[in-house]
């Protein structure tokens, strides 16, 4: 109804939970809902789409080139890799999670998760079916969020489990597994034949987290899981406030992003605390 009321978008409906059949056999559910205005992609083909688009425009593409420093002069930054310094009068800073230590002054802004997934094998038709009836992308509502969606070869994608260090599952398909089992426990008996990982970024407030340093570094980052439409959107801002000073970035930019507390030494313990808080609260409510 907010949506309706303030947004003029009616796309939005509710699914009481007697219909849930009509959109997963999946368990724990009270009430759905559904947006009939969204859509979903391969986000590999989206990604290397966008590689190709760049390349075709002429832009150069360096591979396995790290940048490890940035130093940072009265108009222009110097870049080092390596092998190489490049002296640039404009940076954009796209490493999300994986930031690191390379710009300090805006890693605080954020907080790297490992996130998973897995691949089942391929399900018969009448499984697939029945296991999500719209072939829509689906996801819950808890802090830690599951989501998932049919292949076109009707495998089950599922991702489901953080973690908080640097290091990742020694098994990761044992890992989201029990993820799984508990919205499909039909699955018990099914082979996971992928399982893969990589780390993102939040922000305390799960808003993206854009901005300018020193008048020609500009950053976007802290995409909360949300990376496919708000980082598109992002690097189309950032691309227009450089090229055209168009000032739709600097609305985005005054959205202030507040520091995750704990400074450089207890940020990541703190984390560590409160999500495990909050993971705890949705293995109690489910």
Known sequence: EHLRTHYNYDLVEGIEHSELGDVTSGIGFHYGVIDRGARHLHPLKYCLGLAQAALDAGVS??????ATEITTKSNHSIVST???RICAQKVVLACNGYLGNLYPDIAGNIMPINNFMVATEPLDEDTAHRLNPLNASLSDSLFVVNYWKLS???RLLFGGGETYSDQFPSCIKSFVQPKLLSIYPELKNTRLDYGWGGTLAITRNRMPDL????GHIYYAQGFSGHGVPTATMAGKL????ITAGDDDFDLMADLKTRKFPGGPRLRRPSLIAGMLFYSLRDRLGR
């Open 61 to 66: 593409v360096y591979e396995h080139s790290a």
């Open 82 to 84: 390596g092998g190489a």
């Open 152 to 154: 076109n070869d009707r």
């Open 211 to 214: 901005g300018v340093h020193d």
């Open 238 to 241: 950032i691309a227009d406030a």
